[in-house]
């Protein structure tokens, strides 16, 4: 991969390399970030076998990445409240462009393109106003910020472009932070998570809370089934003795729904929903949680716990055809039908999400 990412690399520079597309890059599955064996940070893209394909070096610890639909590129997020976002090109391995929030704010660790890939949407604190936003790079113009509006509530974390292409839903996990407080949570008395749908001009056209009893399940990571059902982990800011289920549902035009669990396992989840993705043509549901070491399984039409996965450490989940796919801090790789078996074992320390790559675009 070094010689050919060499090679690439000289084409470009003598400008006769042609389109290229993430084929390419070596047709990744997904991209994680992740810390090496030497201790440094990286992006990495993982193929259909679990294994890296490349290895693009970053200045901190990532948190998530958003894959171009077409071209090869990753843009790689700081875990928050990381101030960079930087654009690598996947085949050279060279930092296409580096995103700088403007004064007074931050990055969230997440972001999506547009349907055709000319604009990113990024997530960002507006610290000093204590309220969310989203701002707005013209990715035909090098990744130019052109603007940004408002996220429709505090925290924005995750955000999704939806089927139609010209809906952002955006969880928005209702903590207020500041950068001179680092990671302190100051507003649990008052917190209210929502998920916000806008358009891609920013505005509002639908927006849930949650219950009272559900006030303090900050909502976090989003996936989005192809005829709109979001499903949202949240991540519960109370007395763990008194956690909340961490998974539920939205169609559009209808109430939230949370997903029917005891309270044992809720409490096994200890408050926490790390990733989120729909499975088994949809059908199924899955959430994970590194601090209760497992992945919870879930019948969607139903509404309710399905099935287990106990996995050390495990956070990163995705989709290959029929399988789930998890990853974990650990380094492993596993993929899930009927039971849990391991793709890949490495040095390198899985962070929190695996991003699914659109390699046919």
Request: net charge neutral.
């Amino acid at each position: 991969m070094t010689s050919r990412r060499g090679f690439m690399a000289g084409l470009v520079a003598a400008g006769a390399c042609p389109r290229l597309s993430w084929a390419d890059a070596g047709s990744p599955a997904f991209l994680s970030a992740g810390r090496a064996p030497n201790g440094h940070y990286a992006v990495f893209g993982l193929g259909r076998d679990g294994q890296p394909i490349f290895e693009i070096p970053l200045p901190a610890r990532g948190h998530a990445a958003a894959a171009h639909p077409h071209r090869p590129q990753a843009v790689a997020f700081a875990r928050r409240p990381g101030r960079f976002v930087i654009v690598l090109d996947c085949v050279t391995g060279r930092e296409v462009a580096r995103l700088e929030a403007p004064e007074g704010r931050h990055f969230y660790g997440h972001g999506a393109f547009s349907k055709q890939g000319d604009t990113l949407f990024t997530t960002e604190n507006d610290y000093e106003a204590g309220q969310g936003c989203l701002g707005v790079w013209d990715v035909t113009n090098g990744y130019a910020r052109v603007g940004e509006f408002s996220s429709g509530g505090v925290g924005p974390h995750d955000v999704r472009l939806m089927p139609d292409g010209q809906t952002l839903v955006v969880a928005n996990g209702g903590i207020e932070t500041h950068p001179e407080s680092g990671r302190a949570k100051l507003n649990l008395p008052t917190m209210l998570p929502n998920l916000t749908y806008l358009s891609l001009q920013g505005e509002v056209q639908e927006q849930v809370t949650l219950s009272a009893d559900e006030r303090l399940n900050s909502i976090r990571h989003l996936d989005v089934r192809s005829d709109g059902l979001v499903a949202f982990a949240m991540q519960w800011q109370g007395d763990l003795s008194a956690a909340r289920p961490v998974l539920g549902v939205h169609q559009r035009g209808q109430g939230p729904e949370l997903m029917s669990m005891t309270h044992a396992e809720a409490l096994t989840m200890k408050g926490y929903g790390g990733s989120v993705v729909f499975w088994a043509k949809g059908q199924r549901l899955a959430v994970s949680s590194p601090r209760g070491n497992r992945v919870q399984l879930f019948d969607v039409a139903g509404r309710h716990v399905d099935g287990k996965l106990e996995l050390e450490d495990v956070c990163g989940l995705g989709v290959l055809s029929d399988a789930l796919i998890a990853s974990a801090g650990t380094g492993e790789v596993f993929q899930v039908r009927q039971q849990a078996t391991r793709l890949w074992q490495s040095g390198v320390a899985w962070d929190n999400h695996l991003v699914a790559v659109n390699r046919g675009a």
